[in-house]
Structures are given as C-alpha cells and as structure tokens.
C-alpha cells in the first residue's frame, strides 16, 4: 500500500551567514545566472580577456546537482543569459570597448560570435541546459533585472526568495543580487554553486553580501541546502568531499 509524500513544510531553516536562512517553498525560485559556454569554456569571451576559465568549471558540479534537488521538488527556476542581439543595438560602445582583448563582443570566436544570441557560445552548457518549463531570461547587462522581464517573470509565478547559483560571483551575480535586494527580494547565495576568475574575489564579495547583518542577503554551502530541503541529503554523496565546505563557512582567498 502506497503512502503520500509528507506535506512540505511551510518554512524551511538554511544554516547561513549572517544567520539562519527561512526559506519559504511557496515563495522561493532557484537563480542559475550565466552559466554560458562562453564564459566557462575555453574559446568563449571570458578565456578572451585572458581568463584561467577553471576557476568557473569548478561551480559547475554544485549547481547541477542543487538544480537536480531542485527540479525534483517542482519548484521555480529561472536561467540568464548575458547576451546581446546580433546588431548589437543593446551593447553600449562603453560596454564593448573595455578590456585589454583583441577580440570584443560580437566578434567571432572559436563558438561563433561573443556573447551573441543564438550563437554556440551563448548558450548554457549542456550539463546545465535548461528544462522546458524552466524560464530563460537573456539580459543585456550585468545585472538580470536591467532591460529584462525578470521581473515580471518572477511576479507571475509569486515568488518573493531567491537562492543564488551562477558566475561571476563579482559582477553578474553580486550585480544581481543587489537589484533584487533593492526590488525587495530575499537572496541566498549558495557557495560552491558561484565562482570567479579570481577566487579572491568571490570570497571578498560573499563577505560584502553578507556583512552588516546581511545588508545584501545570506550565503550558505551546498551542503547546509540540501540538507534542509525535503529529500535533498542523499545528494550529497554524489559530490567530491573537496567540492563541499563545512557549513556556515565562507570562502577564502587566493588564486590570481
């Protein structure tokens, strides 16, 4: 005789910085910001401006799996996709004039043109596709809200919390984060599930986020997640000890 599944509780506790994280299932979307091929491949744009690319396949693994817990419980997800029309009429000239590259967005790359829609490159990796039912926001700029339909999106569907995956964790997602913040949304930043080309920099920006009594929202670790979503523990023993950091902890320097 089959049983029903117990009811989700209305709130769930994530232990977090600066302090526990009450996630709320009814309000709540999983955030997967710019996991392109073009910034985590070698060949896209981020190896262009001369990039150790490494650093961001390392989050790869973490946000598979948080996004396999969280497609298991049905809930929201929305993906973004830094990205540009092919005429370039939404990329500033400030924008496309920076960096010490030879090659500047929207001109052509070993995956076609840099960050351009419907090019090769543009496109979330394939670990990380999305599903259909999944959101797909592509946003001009660094941060998700400016020029988008984001939030919109995120209105209809009635959600108010966000917990955070995607690069870099200095710009687009720090970036991101603090419009949401300003819109009156609830972030958690999951740790292993963020990277940077320079890992110092995601370190120092997590501690930004979270200081002053999280005057920018919470970070927590994979594993503090999952263990607090219903039937996610098990998951972490799909993943290297040397992935997870202790709970509560936060990154550290170093690299670049």
Request: glycine fraction near 10%; charged fraction near 15%; proline fraction near 9%.
């Amino acid at each position: 005789m089959s049983t029903a599944s117990p009811p989700t509780p209305t709130r769930l506790s994530i232990k977090a910085r600066p302090f526990a994280f009450q996630l709320d299932p009814r309000r709540a979307a999983l955030l997967v910001i710019d996991m392109q091929r073009d910034f985590i491949e070698p060949g896209g744009f981020g190896a262009s401006l001369g990039n150790d690319v490494s650093y961001l396949q390392a989050a790869v693994e973490p946000t598979r799996v948080l996004l396999q817990a969280w497609r298991g419980l049905g809930w929201p997800i929305v993906h973004t996709r830094e990205s540009h029309a092919p005429d370039l009429s939404d990329c500033p000239s400030t924008k496309r004039s920076r960096g010490h590259s030879s090659v500047r967005i929207g001109d052509t790359g070993p995956m076609g043109r840099l960050l351009v829609r419907g090019e090769p490159g543009c496109d979330i990796i394939p670990a990380l596709s999305p599903l259909p039912g999944e959101a797909v926001i592509d946003k001009p700029g660094k941060g998700a809200f400016h020029a988008t339909r984001l939030m919109e999106v995120l209105h209809l569907m009635g959600v108010t919390q966000l917990v955070v995956a995607g690069v870099t964790t200095e710009v687009c997602v720090q970036s991101t984060m603090r419009e949401a913040n300003d819109r009156g949304f609830d972030c958690l930043l999951v740790q292993e599930a963020t990277a940077s080309y320079f890992p110092q920099f995601k370190a120092a920006t997590i501690k930004m986020i979270v200081a002053q009594g999280g005057i920018v929202g919470w970070a927590a670790s994979l594993r503090s997640v999952l263990k607090a979503l219903p039937y996610a523990a098990p998951l972490l023993g799909s993943l290297p000890m040397q992935t997870l950091q202790p709970a509560g902890s936060l990154p550290t320097g170093g690299g670049q």
